[in-house]
């Protein structure tokens, strides 16, 4: 529902052109892939892909024949970790759900051109605290989070079962956890996972 009437607002705009919708990662890489558009607009959770992971593979990617399109984040999430890891992911655009549908029309507008486009609170709060996990720490930690064995993670990520459990180890010493049901809240609240 709110993908369908964000994208009725948009088209209300003269100068904006919606010309694809997805409900989850994998489908907007497609929409990409197909259609080009100047900007993607993503949420961080969706099913499959990340909003983050299709950021980083857009940023990663060679340019599609209309060019890479720069990406924005509109979410819920208002946590500076996840502003970090959107822009090192190659964001271009940050704003929180609650923003009126104007700000995302200006912050498309001035994305496509070639700027940026950052909720100013959160881009203040992006200077505290550093996210201590690596990567792999975090995807490891994500996956026990929800309620995956040691040995099913490892064998889905192709990893031993004590480097799993060393994965964990770390991301519970460095967040001062009790266990990795604590360790993933900890994260979560803090925009690390």
């Known amino acids: 529902m709110l993908l369908g009437a964000l994208a009725a607002l948009l088209g209300l705009e003269g100068d904006i052109e919606v010309v694809g919708q ?22 961080i959770e969706m099913p499959g892909r990340t909003g983050l992971e299709l950021a980083a593979h857009l940023n990663a990617a060679r340019t599609t024949p209309n060019g890479k ?30 923003a009126p549908a104007s700000q995302l029309a200006d912050a498309i507008r001035t994305v496509a051109r070639g700027g940026r486009a950052i909720d100013p609170e959160l881009a203040m709060e992006a200077w505290g605290e550093s996210d201590p996990l690596t990567d792999r720490e975090r995807q490891v930690l994500r996956a026990a ?16 079962d004590g480097t799993v459990r060393n994965y964990l180890s770390e991301a519970i010493g460095k967040l001062g ?5 604590e360790a993933a809240r900890l994260a979560r609240e803090r925009g690390w996972l």
Do not use: M
């Not at 502003?83 to 929180?96: I, Q, T």
């Not at 956890?177 to 049901?181: F, G, S």
């Open 22 to 43: 997805a409900t989850d990662g994998d489908t907007a890489l497609a929409l990409v892939t197909d259609l080009g558009p100047d900007v993607l607009v993503t949420d």
């Open 69 to 98: 399109p720069r990406v924005i984040v509109l979410t819920t999430f208002a946590r500076s970790g996840y502003l970090k890891r959107a822009l090192e992911a190659g964001v271009a655009g940050y704003l929180l759900k609650e």
């Open 145 to 160: 989070a929800q309620g995956e064995s040691t040995a099913s993670i490892a064998e889905r990520l192709g990893l031993s």
């Open 177 to 181: 956890a009790a266990n990795r049901v």
